[in-house]
């Protein structure tokens, strides 16, 4: 696995940077340049900068997985679906923006339906495939027997321990960060019922990717923004897939045993290489743009792969930037219409959202907001890894 490991992330990286000295003049030569909005105007110079370069990091991603992950494996496969499904939806999005000068891009509700589509997937195959099992822990009684200088017991005391079970089982339980053995079963909703504990499955899955897609997606504002924040998301992502899959530090950490998720090792290395490739030619200043191709799928990603190792309530706090993005967004427009429906005239609480475009309009240089931005998803993501412990 470790060999798979290293293999995945230095050929993902090695091709990301390759394929992209010649997909960006490709991208030059073909006018697929991004259109700048008129109110961000600062960015007026970056107008004609090459979109669509979320096809290197979706390429750069499937060729490794292809080589070195398990196929038969039901986690990679689902994982393969998502990458192709969301990029896919991303690339129609920014084809049409950029090819047929259509400034809207894919309709929303399209873009909805597509991320429906794979929460429901996903949903599916986790509630209904026999390949996704835990193993449940137990508890189990000890005897600890206390015995004097000659070796006669002198006090036995009989205590219950927390153990991997023997038996895997199909459950839609998941992980509840900072609590003491922390499964939580979405059955507990529905009394066991099997059809309504699966529609609340799907439904959590649907509002789990939608989220996180849509959350990349308006991050996705400054040169390097995007891929700077989510490669330390995919390390932590890969260290709890790994842990998760692996029986001994699963027993040892107290947390699920998942036979088979340690695969997704595989692909989380070459996710995180092809990041920081894409990173080589998108950091500031930027010679392309991910595009949608590259923003939705990079959140569906991570929430498809948090789903896999049932980590997804773990989420808020992991994708934590992802997060204040959106709500910064939420806040502001409400706010807006709020105050346009009381007072007669709309009024603003950041300068502009998202939010890392309030902090350029304070006068903070690109490349600042972006590094601190970054240094923030470090500083959660470790956060995040600390659940393991504190609890």
Same mark, same amino acid.
């Given at each position: 696995m ?19 000295k010649?997909?960006?003049?490709w991208? +030059? ?27 290197? %990091? ?6 490794p997985?292809?080589?070195?992950g398990? $196929? ?28 047929r ?9 399209f ?8 929460? %429901?997937?996903?949903g ?6 026999p390949?996704?099992?835990?193993? *449940? ?8 027997? #206390?015995?004097?200088?000659?070796g ?18 199909k459950?839609?339980q998941?992980t509840i960060?900072?609590?003491?053995? !922390?499964?939580? *079963?979405?059955a507990?909703?529905?009394?066991? =019922? +099997? ?8 439904l ?5 990717v939608?989220?996180?897609? !849509? ?7 400054l *040169? ?57 030619? =998108?950091? #500031? ?11 939705l ?11 896999c190792?049932?980590?997804? $309530? $773990?989420?808020?706090?992991l ?28 009024? +603003? ?20 907001i972006?590094?601190?931005?970054w ?8 956060a ?6 504190? +609890?």
């Open positions: 470790t060999i798979k490991l290293i293999t995945s992330f230095v050929l993902a990286f090695l091709f990301a940077t390759a394929f992209g010649y997909y960006i003049p991208l +030059r030569a073909q006018k697929a340049g991004q259109e700048i909005k008129g109110q961000v105007e600062w960015h007026k110079s970056k107008s004609g900068t090459p979109t669509m370069g979320g096809v290197m %990091i979706l390429l750069a991603v499937l060729v997985v292809l080589l070195f398990r $196929l038969d494996n039901i986690y990679i496969q689902l994982m393969i679906v998502s990458t192709v499904w969301l990029g896919l939806l991303g690339f129609l999005d920014d084809y049409i923006k950029v090819f000068h259509n400034k809207e891009g894919l309709k929303g509700k873009k909805i339906v597509g991320q429906v589509g794979i929460g %429901i997937i996903v599916t195959v986790m509630c209904a495939s390949e996704v099992v835990v193993r *449940d822990k137990v508890v189990e009684p000890v005897q600890q027997l #206390f015995v004097d200088d000659d006669e017991v002198i006090e036995s005391v009989t205590t219950n321990r927390v153990v991997m079970g023997t038996e895997s089982v459950t839609t998941t960060p900072f609590v003491k053995n !922390n499964e939580f *079963d979405y507990w909703f529905t009394g066991g =019922n +099997r059809v309504a504990t699966w529609i609340l499955y799907v959590v899955a649907i509002f789990v939608t989220a996180v897609s !849509n959350g990349a997606n308006l991050t996705d504002g *040169d390097g923004l995007v891929s700077g924040v989510s490669a330390p998301i995919v390390v932590v992502l890969a260290i709890l897939a790994y842990l998760s899959g692996h029986i001994v530090y699963a027993d040892y950490l107290n947390i699920m045993y998942i036979p088979g998720s340690g695969e997704l090792v595989v692909f989380a290395a070459a996710f995180a290489g092809a990041l920081i490739g894409f990173l080589w030619y =998108n950091s #500031f200043p930027a010679q392309t743009f991910m595009g949608d191709t590259g923003s799928a990079i959140g569906g990603i991570i929430a498809v792969f948090a789903l190792i049932r980590k997804e $309530l $773990l989420l808020p706090i994708c934590g930037v992802f997060f204040v993005e959106s709500l910064s967004v939420m806040i502001q427009v409400s706010y807006f219409k709020y105050t346009k429906r009381r007072y007669g005239e709309g009024r +603003r609480i950041f300068l502009m959202s998202p939010i890392h475009h309030h902090y350029q309009k304070k006068g903070i240089f690109e490349t600042k972006v590094i601190r931005f240094i923030v998803s470090m500083l959660l993501s470790l995040a890894l600390a659940t393991l412990k504190i +609890r």
